[in-house]
Structures are given as structure tokens and as C-alpha cells.
């Protein structure tokens, strides 16, 4: 089944907490339902802070800040308007936001707030674009547990009433904007959904944490503990009203304790590091404690905490006074007694859920003795108010589990017509992968490991993992040797971590392993084997037989392979590049970051480096010297291995400091194993979808499936998946391969040809496969 693409915008983790734990929920919930199929796209205005804070490897942060929006708002503009035409199609796509939003299918705006007739014009425009931007580039937008409204004023309903309708699901967060949507003729894509965040899971660790915390600590053991949290937006909006907020927050807290209750602040937005006051409410609540008298009574920590924490906070809490939004929510969600400072009707409609919207006061008659006085009303009703909270409890959480429900019956709408693609099937990648329960891309930590591989050199980590941790006693590998002033193979049980490293570059030249499986059958010990797709095809139909050998294989590791060639292609190379193997030692076919350098290493230190791309890559790719078989091969990525490891050849991989090997885990006894070399560090890894991995493979595979029925008219006999289109293209491609394969049995007349022709034939081969 084809990937889900979601981007989620007006959310992040770093800063607004609240924003954190709707997102933290809806991430959660969407993996648990979509797997190892779900991407997600966070379109983030703290991008370095939520590269950080995300918890999840599937998540790709995108910069999303004001201006890039506005940027993105009018390219988009611009690509509605003129998306036909390809050029100009091809620069607008080169804007980040634009090329995240074609290919996402459906967008989930978690803003908690927006076209409200008290936010500004600003805020209200900046709320516009952020759902205009997908629409105009044809992604379905959900707003995903929202309060908006009212639409008073004529410019907000007017952005209302163009951009509304035009939303495929608007998640109502309570009664009275459901309400002030009717009344500007919205009902038939609207729900009422509880706030998503109430459904946000707790995490155990973080839990242990602020236990282990609490526990050094007496102020927690006490049960008159008030949770206090402030806001720079209440307090913004008290200046205006002439209201010194931190005075009055400073002189309630005052009047807890001098009454024997305990406070802990709450900063329930925050940037730790930051000066700035949005989303960031630190500096607010340095200023409140800096005014409280008896800080004994008093815990307050600066610091930027997980959503969960901040939860696992309130939990302890007997009461909480709030000026933020989600401190609510979270009080309400942990069963605890809240009074609320609010600004708008986002507050009394969540609270109407539990029926306590007599329990909030506005800020614009905010003093310290009428909040004090509120205070003591909610305690005098606690047991009252207890008993609501447990009453609607169970309705308010499934409310809310009713956004993910009503969001995913949009999004299966969109996934279940399958996209169209010119070439390769990306609805259906384990067409070409095979069965797997897993897809990454990673590298081995190990520097020295990684200097004399061809890609990130996991593989030769991994095995040197399961040597040392005694789960194997030797992996089946072969290297290259010098023998006789030509290139070899050797091919061997290594026992050592040296021997495994000696092995750890690619081999470009068609090694028979299975004329040496005596190797393996006599070896005594558990074995890790390490094959090209056919060789480890043949070897697993052997293993069905000998029970005895299949006993011994505790893991069977494949490489990609987009073809194998003979040994002439490295003579050529050597020939070509003008380069010696007298008195040398080691040949590395390629080494080094993209596709890497060849390398000769000399017995009296000296080193001998040429262009890959140029000398092998050009001939390999071309199809010269090709192994008969393998023009009639589909098993690229080695579908009889436990875990498939080979090349990531992705634009975006390709400007990183370190090329990493892309990973495929077929079973889950290869994945506890893979995850324990994990835990030990000597992998560092992400996720990748399993379509973005056969993208990385794109050409090789054009050739093994949409040339298929050019191969099969041709008279080639195999049986092969002739379902993908051949077209002109694919058809010359295969002819000229076939032709290429020919030619290069006469080595002297090929010899002949120049290298620079041999190459640019070689890049017009690639292009045919392009398209």
C-alpha cells in the first residue's frame, strides 16, 4: 500500500506546549492507525528547536516561518495560475513549503485558534494563508479541534466565508463556534470535537522522571498544592486594560500561601534560551516569582519542559488557576479542579464539556482579591466539581478521539484513489522491495568503519556488532585481493572484526559464492552470510534442504544490485584510467562520499586514486560487460535476506555530510537484532518510507520493470513483471544495453573507443530511463 503524506501546520513542540501535546496526540494516534506507511511534514516556525524536541524519525521538519509563508502564499498564487506550463512549474517547486504541500494528501491545521474577530488583522491573514497555501496546490486541509468565530467583523467574515467552505473537515471545538459557523451558513464539513490535546498518552519515562524529581523534594508530598500558570498573552492584553498582571498573579500566590497552600508555577509555553515573549511565557514567570514573598512555599524551575511533563505536574496539583489555554486542558484531563483567566470563548466552551464554565474569569477586571475570591468558590464546590469531572469524563475523551476519526475518514478518501506516476509504482513499493516490516537509512558511527566503505558502512558495523556480542562466530564475506597483477576475489568465513572490515567496500565483478558454500557447511559455528539477490536466492533454497546448514545462518544480510559484470569491466577501468596494480595491495572499487573515488593502495604505502564515475561507473551503467542473468533480473533488493542494505541515491541525501546506506528489515527477529546494535550505538539511523527507497533506485529499477516487455519480446525467458509501461524509451534503453553487453565482448575493439565518449553514451543510456 502506497505512503500517507501529512503535513501538519500552525503546530510545533518547541514553545507553545499546548500546540506540543495536540500535536504529540495527533502524531501518536495517526502512526498507531497508518504504521510504517505514515510521513509527516511539520510545517514549523521553530525548526531548529522541533529538529530537536520531535520524538518521531517519520517527521520532517520544514521552516515555516511568517515570512516564508507569505513567500509560499503568492508562489502559490502564481502556481494555480500558471502550473501548466512546465518550466514555470519547475521553478515554483523549487520553493520548499510549495513542494511539501504536492505531495502531501492532506493537511491537519492545528492551530488552536483562529479567524477570531478578537485576534488581530494580521493574525487572521497569517491564519488565511497558512490553509490557503495547500488548497492552491490541490492538498485537502482538515482543521483539526478549532475554535473560531465570531465573524463580526466584516474582513474576518469574509476570509471566512472564501476559505471555509473550501475545507474538506473543520473539527468545532466547542458549542459556540459551532454556533458562529452556522451563522455564516457552515455546517456541512463541520463536527464538534473535544480539544485533541485531552487524548495526548502519557510517557512512562518522563513519568519516572518526575516521580525520581518529586521524590527529593517534600514540597510534592504535600496536598494543598496550587498550580499556578501565567501568560504573556493575558498579561499583553492587562496592559492594554491598564491591569499590572505580574502583581496581581504575584499578590494571589501570596495570599495561597499565607492561607498554607503550596505553588508550583507553570510555564506552559516556552523557549528556553530565548528573549523572545511569544509562545514563551519563562520571563513572565521569573517576573511573578521574583514579586512572591514566601518562596519556600513556592517551585518554580525556568526551563522548557515536554507536554507529558508538564501534565505529569498538574497530576500533583489539588487545584489550577490558569491563564493558558492547554494548563486547562491538562488540569481537566488529570480530573483536577481548575479556575480559568480567559480572553475569549475558547475557554467556556471546553469547560461547558465538563459543565464548569462558571469557574473562569476575564482578564479585563482582573484583581488579585477577586481571583482569590474565585479561588475559594472552586474550593468550596471541589467535591461538586469533582464529581462533573468524572461524570464527562469519558464522553470529553471520546470527543475527542473523534477528531482523529473524522480526520482519517478524509484522509482514507484521498489514499484509496491510488496516485498516478509515469514510471514506477510508489502506491505499491513492496512490489519491487519484497515483504518488510521496516525501512531506514543510517550510517555506522564508527569513522573508521565508514573511510573504506562505499556508502555508510552498516553493514560491516552490524556484523561486527553480532561478532562481538558473540550472537555469531563468523560472517560469510568476500573482499577483493591483487592476485597475479589482477584484480580477485577471496571469499572466506571472517572470525575477526578485522576480517570483517577487510571486506567492507562494494565488489564490481561477478563472484560465485556458491561454488565455495563448502565454506559455510563446514565452518563450525553460527553464521551471519552476507549475498548479492541471487546468490542469496540460491543459498536460501539450499538451506531448505540442509537442515543442518540452515541451522547455523542466525541472519541472512542482501545488498541491492542493479547488475553484476565481469571481470573485464575492472581491467577496462584499470586500463583506461592508466593506473598499475604492480607491487599493489588492496583495490577499493569505490570509497568516499557519493559515489566515491576507486583506490589502489601500494605495498610500500603510496595510494593510487581514479574516478569511479568515470572509469567503471561508465561502463557498468552503460551495461558493457553485464552478466547474462542479470539482464533478465527483478530482484534488486535481495528479497530473501533478513535485512537488505545498499545505496540512497536521493538529491536531498546527496548534500549531506555523511552518505548513508539505505536499510531494508524483512522480519522482526532481524529487527530486534538491528535495534540492539542500535541501543549499542553503533548505528545512527532514520526513517525513510519504502517508497522513497525504491525512488533511490529509480533508474536501476526502470530498466528491470519497465523494460521488462521490451527484455520478453526480445526472447529473453523469464518470468517477469511486465506490468509497469515500456515505452519508446525503455525499449531503445534495453536495445542499447543489449547491443553495449554484445559489444564488449571484443575488449580490443572496445578498448578503442574514448572515455569521454564512453561516458556521455553512458549518461544518454541514464536518461532514457529517466522518463
Not at 532481524?670 to 541501543?679: F, G, R, V, W
Amino acid at each position: 500500500m502506497r505512503d500517507v503524506n501529512i503535513a501538519i501546520t500552525a503546530a510545533s513542540y518547541s514553545g507553545n506546549k499546548g500546540a506540543a501535546a495536540m500535536l504529540q496526540s495527533s502524531i501518536k494516534q495517526l502512526h498507531d492507525r497508518y504504521g510504517k506507511r505514515l510521513n509527516v511534514f511539520l510545517m514549523s516556525v521553530y525548526p531548529t528547536d522541533d529538529k530537536k524536541q520531535c520524538p518521531w524519525d517519520f517527521v520532517t521538519i520544514i521552516p515555516s516561518g511568517p515570512v516564508k509563508i507569505l513567500i509560499a502564499f503568492i508562489l502559490a498564487v502564481l502556481y494555480k495560475v500558471f502550473h501548466f506550463i512546465p518550466p514555470i512549474k519547475y521553478l515554483l517547486l523549487k520553493n520548499q513549503i510549495l513542494r511539501t504541500y504536492k505531495q502531501t494528501d492532506v493537511v491537519l491545521d492545528e492551530a488552536g485558534v483562529a479567524l477570531m474577530d478578537s485576534r488581530s488583522f494580521v493574525m487572521n491573514v497569517y491564519a488565511f494563508m497558512t490553509n490557503a497555501i495547500p488548497l492552491l496546490m490541490g492538498a485537502k486541509v482538515v482543521k483539526y479541534s478549532q475554535a473560531l468565530g465570531p465573524f463580526k467583523k466584516a474582513y474576518n467574515k469574509i476570509l471566512a466565508k472564501i476559505l471555509l467552505p473550501k475545507i474538506s473537515l473543520i473539527c468545532a471545538r466547542g458549542e459556540i463556534t459551532l454556533e458562529s459557523l452556522h451563522r455564516i451558513g457552515i455546517s456541512k464539513n463541520v463536527v464538534k470535537c473535544a480539544d485533541g490535546a485531552f487524548t495526548m498518552e502519557d510517557n512512562e519515562e518522563i513519568e519516572k522522571l518526575v516521580e525520581e524529581r518529586c521524590k527529593k523534594d517534600d514540597f510534592f508530598l504535600d496536598k494543598n498544592i496550587v498550580g499556578v500558570s501565567p501568560s504573556t498573552v493575558v498579561n499583553k492584553k492587562c496592559t492594554k486594560k491598564g491591569i499590572d498582571y505580574v502583581s496581581v498573579i504575584a499578590g494571589f500566590i501570596d495570599k495561597l500561601t499565607s492561607q498554607g497552600y503550596k505553588v508550583y508555577i507553570i510555564a506552559n509555553s516556552a523557549i528556553e534560551g530565548s528573549t523572545a515573549t511569544r509562545n514563551n511565557d519563562l520571563m513572565i514567570c521569573d517576573a511573578v516569582y521574583e514579586k512572591c514573598g514566601n518562596k519556600d512555599n513556592i517551585r518554580w524551575y525556568h526551563e522548557e519542559m515536554d507536554a507529558e511533563e508538564i501534565r505529569s505536574y498538574i497530576g500533583r496539583c489539588r487545584f489550577v488557576v490558569a491563564s493558558r489555554f492547554h494548563t486547562m486542558i491538562g488540569a481537566l484531563q488529570r480530573k483536577v479542579p481548575c479556575l480559568l483567566i480567559g480572553w475569549s470563548h475558547k475557554y467556556q466552551e471546553v469547560l461547558d464539556f465538563f459543565e464548569c464554565s462558571g469557574y473562569a474569569t476575564d482578564f479585563s477586571n482582573l484583581t488579585s482579591e477577586k481571583l482569590y475570591e474565585d479561588f475559594c468558590e472552586l474550593v468550596e464546590d471541589e467535591e461538586d466539581i469533582r464529581v462533573r469531572l468524572d461524570k464527562n469524563y469519558d464522553s470529553v475523551m471520546e470527543s475527542s478521539y473523534e477528531n482523529i476519526k473524522k480526520t482519517s475518514e478524509v484522509i482514507d478518501a484521498v489514499i484509496e484513489k491510488p496516485k498516478k506516476y509515469k514510471l514506477l509504482d510508489y502506491n505499491n513499493p513492496e512490489k519491487y522491495i519484497g515483504e518488510f516490516v521496516e525501512t531506514r537509512v543510517g550510517y555506522a558511527t564508527d569513522d573508521s568503519i565508514r573511510e573504506n566503505a562505499a556508502s555508510g558502512g552498516v553493514v560491516t558495523a552490524f556484523l561486527c556488532f553480532l561478532l562481538r556480542k558473540k550472537i555469531i562466530d563468523g560472517a560469510w564475506i568476500c573482499r577483493t585481493v591483487i592476485a597475479d597483477g589482477k584484480v580477485a576475489y577471496d571469499t572466506f568465513i571472517a572470525t575477526t572484526e578485522d576480517e570483517i572490515r577487510s571486506g567492507s567496500s562494494s565488489i564490481y565483478m561477478s563472484v560465485p559464492m556458491m561454488k565455495h558454500i563448502d565454506v559455510a557447511r563446514e565452518f563450525d559455528g553460527k553464521l551471519a552470510v552476507v549475498m548479492l539477490p541471487c546468490m542469496l536466492k540460491a543459498f536460501s533454497k539450499v538451506c531448505e534442504k540442509d537442515a543442518q546448514l540452515r541451522e547455523k545462518v542466525v541472519i541472512k544480510l542482501g545488498l541491492f544490485c542493479s547488475g553484476n559484470h565481469s571481470e573485464k569491466a575492472t581491467e577496462m577501468a584499470f586500463y583506461k584510467a592508466g593506473v598499475s596494480l604492480d607491487n599493489a595491495k588492496k583495490f577499493y572499487y569505490r570509497r568516499g562520499h557519493w559515489r566515491g573515488l576507486s583506490s589502489v593502495l601500494y605495498n610500500d604505502g603510496n595510494e593510487k586514486t581514479f574516478s569511479y564515475t568515470k572509469y567503471l561507473c561508465s561502463y557498468k551503467n552503460a551495461f558493457y560487460f553485464e552478466q547474462e542473468s542479470c539482464m533478465a533480473c527483478q530482484n534488486h533488493f535481495a528479497k530473501d535476506a533478513d535485512i537488505s542494505f545498499g545505496d540512497v541515491w536521493l538529491k536531498e541525501i546527496k548534500d549531506e555530510n555523511i552518505k548513508p546506506t539505505g536499510i531494508v528489515i524483512r522480519n522482526e527477529n532481524a529487527k530486534k537484532l538491528y535495534d540492539m546494535a542500535k541501543q549499542e550505538g553503533v548505528i545512527s539511523d532514520r526513517y525513510i518510507s519504502g517508497s522513497k527507497v525504491v525512488k533511490s533506485q529509480k533508474r536501476a529499477l526502470v530498466f528491470k520493470y519497465n523494460c521488462a516487455k521490451a527484455k520478453v519480446n526480445s526472447g529473453i525467458k523469464a518470468d517477469l513483471d511486465t506490468s509497469d509501461p515500456c515505452r519508446w524509451n525503455h525499449k531503445l534503453a534495453f536495445k542499447l544495453a543489449k547491443r553495449n553487453k554484445k559489444r564488449s565482448e571484443n575488449f580490443d575493439s572496445l578498448k578503442k573507443v574514448p572515455t569521454t565518449v564512453i561516458y556521455y553514451y553512458m549518461c544518454f543510456v541514464r536518461f532514457l530511463l529517466n522518463f
